[in-house]
Nanobody, 128 residues
Framework: QVQLVESGGGLVQAGGSLRLSCAAF????????LGWFRQAPGKERDFLVA????????YYADSVKGRFTISRDNAKNTVYLQMNSLKPEDTAVYYC?????????????????????WGQGTQVTVSS
């Protein structure tokens, strides 16, 4: 079992930056993929980015390319989401999720079904 805990959310002005963290407890991220999703009230949970724990290859949704950057620290069992140039429409609850599945391409990792473990979420609010 894997427990994921997000942190780093808060209130930020438009154009500002935040760095979210997702720490894993229990089982390590080894052999897992980690994804970041977000969900605004009344909206679907949207895929943002995923990273392979081994090797660190990444895949970004078009909506966040150039603004958000995912990274990992294997020693700390932690994945980060650096968010720059934040916009009010980025306001949402941000979730990290871990997948124990192995796929040959990135497409399945954009779907919630690929992930067995989810964090509790951290609120990001961008003011204008």
């Amino acid at each position: 079992q894997v427990q994921l805990v997000e942190s780093g959310g808060g209130l930020v002005q438009a154009g500002g930056s935040l760095r979210l963290s997702c720490a894993a407890f229990g089982r390590t991220f080894s052999s897992y993929a980690l994804g970041w999703f977000r969900q605004a009230p009344g909206k679907e949970r949207d895929f943002l980015v995923a990273i392979k724990w081994n090797g660190g290859s990444t895949y970004y949704a078009d909506s966040v390319k150039g603004r958000f950057t995912i990274s990992r620290d294997n020693a700390k069992n932690t994945v980060y989401l650096q968010m720059n140039s934040l916009k009010p429409e980025d306001t949402a609850v941000y979730y990290c999720a871990a997948s124990h599945r192995v796929y040959m391409d990135w497409a399945p990792f954009t779907l919630e079904d690929a992930y067995a473990y989810w964090g509790q979420g951290t609120q990001v609010t961008v003011s204008s």
